[in-house]
């Protein structure tokens, strides 16, 4: 099967259970013969985002489409600059501040390139990194600290991609949805996308 056809999405799922189980198991397929971060979380991305665009009795590409998918990562993945100019050591491009996730593997509209953790955490990622728990926004107009990286987002979610490790928990980054409609998530999608970081967490070398 061509790789593009794992988002695809059979007429006979109607609910979100359906749904989400769906993705999970295309995503199974994508991940099985590749255990690097970067294309895995590409892909991940790519097959939610396009799913739900796929999914027009609950999402689709109309007044309650998905306008954003995608990761946030602690910036310690990311490689150091092999060949850098004399700006790039400017302390607000440095990679390594571990104050702040940076922007990873996305399917939507240009994000925001960072998001603080540390000391104040900043908006719904910055939240659900910190306190290591999904948070489901229905209307981010009301959410304190809310970073509108696209004015048109209604709902959210936030998923953190937990790694555990040697006895310990260990944050890596987050899952983000944006939704166009106000309550365009809920529990049974909090369900699905879990499962989904699972997969992605233990699919990957981190």
């Given at each position: 099967?061509?790789?593009?056809d794992?988002?695809?999405?059979?007429?006979?799922?109607?609910?979100?259970?359906?749904?989400?189980?769906?993705?999970?198991?295309?995503?199974?397929?994508?991940?099985?013969?590749?255990?690097?971060?970067?294309s895995?979380?590409?892909?991940?991305?790519?097959?939610?985002?396009n799913?739900?665009?796929?999914?027009?009795?609950?999402?689709?590409?109309?007044?309650?489409?998905?306008?954003?998918?995608?990761?946030?990562?602690?910036?310690?993945?990311?490689?150091?600059?092999?060949f850098a100019?004399?700006?790039?050591?400017?302390?607000?491009?440095?990679?390594?501040?571990?104050?702040?996730?940076?922007?990873?593997?996305?399917?939507?509209?240009?994000?925001?390139?960072?998001?603080?953790?540390?000391?104040?955490?900043?908006?719904v990622?910055?939240?659900?990194f910190?306190?290591?728990?999904?948070?489901?926004?229905?209307?981010?107009?009301?959410?304190?600290?809310?970073?509108a990286?696209?004015?048109?987002?209604?709902?959210?979610?936030?998923?953190?991609?937990?790694?555990q490790?040697?006895?310990?928990?260990?944050?890596?980054?987050?899952?983000?949805?944006?939704?166009?409609a106000?309550?365009?998530?809920?529990?049974?999608?909090?369900?699905?996308?879990?499962?989904?970081?699972?997969?992605?967490?233990?699919?990957?070398?981190?």
């Open positions: 099967m061509p790789h593009a794992t988002s695809l999405v059979p007429d006979s799922i109607e609910t979100k259970s359906e749904f989400w189980t769906h993705v999970y198991d295309q995503l199974e397929i994508l991940v099985a013969d590749q255990r690097h971060w970067v895995n979380l590409s892909n991940a991305a790519s097959l939610i985002y799913s739900l665009q796929a999914f027009p009795s609950n999402f689709g590409d109309g007044e309650r489409s998905v306008n954003w998918c995608g990761f946030y990562l602690i910036s310690s993945l990311f490689p150091q600059p092999r100019d004399d700006a790039s050591m400017d302390p607000k491009f440095q990679t390594h501040a571990s104050a702040r996730m940076l922007l990873g593997p996305f399917s939507g509209k240009p994000a925001c390139q960072w998001i603080e953790v540390s000391p104040r955490p900043r908006g990622c910055g939240d659900a910190v306190k290591r728990t999904t948070i489901l926004v229905p209307d981010v107009q009301a959410y304190p600290g809310h970073i990286c696209d004015g048109d987002t209604k709902s959210e979610i936030v998923c953190p991609l937990i790694l490790k040697g006895g310990e928990d260990i944050t890596l980054g987050v899952l983000d949805l944006d939704c166009i106000i309550g365009g998530f809920d529990e049974d999608d909090q369900v699905g996308l879990e499962k989904i970081t699972a997969l992605i967490i233990r699919s990957c070398d981190w």
